[in-house]
Nanobody, 127 residues
Framework: EVQLQASGGGLVQAGGSLTLSCAASGFTFDYYTIGWFRQAPGKEREGVGI??????????YYRDSVKGRFTVSFDNAKNTVHLQMSSLKPEDTAVYFC??????????????????WGQGTLVTVSS
């Protein structure tokens, strides 16, 4: 069965750091784009990912709101993608989801292009 497992969420103070992980089972990330999305409390999940990474060439995409603070990377040995988050702000509080697909256009990270989704992991940033 094809699955994604997101983990690493928790409570952190503003200015702190946290690393999320997205592990694949039942498939490998070859030729996939992996995206991170978030859903803030009381809001719908954002239609554009905050970060995406392509396994073909390692190219990345970041939303302006997280540029310079978040870094997405592959751990090929573990078939896992990490999202390193630093300088966290209270507005980063959300449930974070990872997703994967092979049909994502380079340089983009739209929710509707992703067909495999993991469950969310909650990140809470206190002020």
């Amino acid at each position: 069965e094809v699955q994604l497992q997101a983990s690493g969420g928790g409570l952190v103070q503003a200015g702190g750091s946290l690393t999320l992980s997205c592990a694949a089972s039942g498939f490998t990330f070859d030729y996939y784009t992996i995206g991170w999305f978030r859903q803030a409390p009381g809001k719908e999940r954002e239609g554009v990912g905050i970060a995406c990474i392509r396994s073909v060439d390692g190219s990345t995409y970041y939303r302006d709101s997280v540029k310079g603070r978040f870094t997405v990377s592959f751990d090929n040995a573990k078939n896992t993608v990490h999202l390193q988050m630093s300088s966290l702000k209270p507005e980063d509080t959300a449930v974070y989801f990872c997703a994967a697909d092979r049909a994502v256009v380079a340089g983009t990270c739209p929710e509707y292009d992703f067909g495999i989704w993991g469950q969310g992991t909650l990140v809470t940033v206190s002020s």
